[in-house]
């Protein structure tokens, strides 16, 4: 039935998956052709220098397409569920409820991380070919809380929109604000190394929350 | 036979605004129960709750014996659903949504739902999204058919169908549900494709219960006379006799559980003299909208 389900958000959102799929590749690219090009004008030493001197984080580009990738997976999938409350379809599927949620937010989740896997590896051959090893490292810290972010904009993308009552949807738009950008707000390399199992946890625990407007979307708006 | 659904004194607010209060009625195995009432009577509140989707203020609504606010899955395997608007994934087409569902039911009958989709103009590969409103109410019943559940929700079967699609719908509810004993409860805002599909119903008016009856009962019980009035400017006001009327100049039109001799010492109690009243025969929509009035 996992297998009935993951069917049904892969013919929702494949088209979007393979859309944002492509524009990362397309910024990933892009990343590599700027660097081969600053090597070409620039020695080694000049470009290395000035990265550390000046903290220039040549990938930042992908800071905000990921952002970007968790939000708009997010809405193309749960849009159509909202939209004519078509979530009553699927919570009336012979499941619990929170299983099926689970599952489809899995499938969101799963979608999510076979990008950021396609970007990380991608910035780390990039990485390995110009730089030195110092540098892949750094940017396997520095996107880390990119990555989790973009996954906890689509859960609280999700959170806020099966959200039924008006008043609890707003406070959750401020608090998700609130929470993602703490994952965007580090600036140079490795700002945030010592506070990426925070962002697992916090990234967790609101999860969480997505049961609870679930919860209150079969209880109805009263 | 027992009670698929038992409803136990429900009362639904939104908000302060009271939906409707101590609504009570059963539905007994096998049979075909409509839900009729105005718009805003609380048809679809009380099909939400009914599915889980709503908890009520009060009241208790039990669904096969269970809590229909905690329906377990083997419960809701044996309820089909038809959302209000025929609402599916649209994204999907015939060949699509089918094999979903069918992933989830395991009583699941295939045969019924191409047989439906046959009598359509549209290929297996067309998205639900691209078909006309009565091509989708017709994937939703073939789906719910094809799920071969005891009992069928269906919230407002007719929004948006012509009269083509409507009677598809019934005969196609006829020959599958209705001859293999399932349970119907059912809603629609055109009474008169209802009036020789229903077994019983109960009327919604705002906020109460006007009648829940047998269909046959209420088709026989429920009468409309009409009279002439030397009085200018008749006003009848509705008791225990007179459940609604109207008034156009000097002819009057009265609507009652009682006979005609009851109505005629009724009037008369009143004070109201009348000439010519006489007995006029009453389709069921005819009898729904003297139930519940024109307004």
Redesign the interface.
Known sequence: ?F??LV??EW??IRWVFIGLAAVNFLVVMNIYFDLLNTFKVYSANVVVGQFQAYEIVFYSNIKYILLLTGLILGVFQFF?EIN???L??T??????ENKLMFQMVSVGVLLLISIFLFDAVSLSIICTKFLPREFFESMLITTLPWYIGSICTYIWLITIFIEPNWVKKTISILVAVGIVSLFYAGEGYGKYAFSIWYFVLLTGFCSSIIFLSAYNF????? | MGNVVEIKNLTHYYGKKLVFENLSFNIREGSIFGLLGKNGTGKTTTINILNGFLRPKSGKCLMFGEDSYNLSPATKARVGFLIEGHIQYSYMNIRQIEKFYSAFYPRWKKEPYYELMSKLAVTEDQKLSKMSCGQRSQVALGLILAQDPDLLILDDYSMGLDAGYRRLFIDYLTEYAKAENKTIFITSHIIQDLENFLDECVILDYRSVLCTMPIKDFLTNFKQFKFESSIPDLKLEKDAVIKNSEVIKNKAAIYTFAGKEEVERHLASKGINFTNLHQEAMSLEDAFIGITGKY
């Open positions: 039935m297998k009935s069917f049904k013919l929702k159509p004519q409350t078509r009553k379809l919570f009336h599927l012979p499941r619990k079969k209880r109805g708006i009263c």
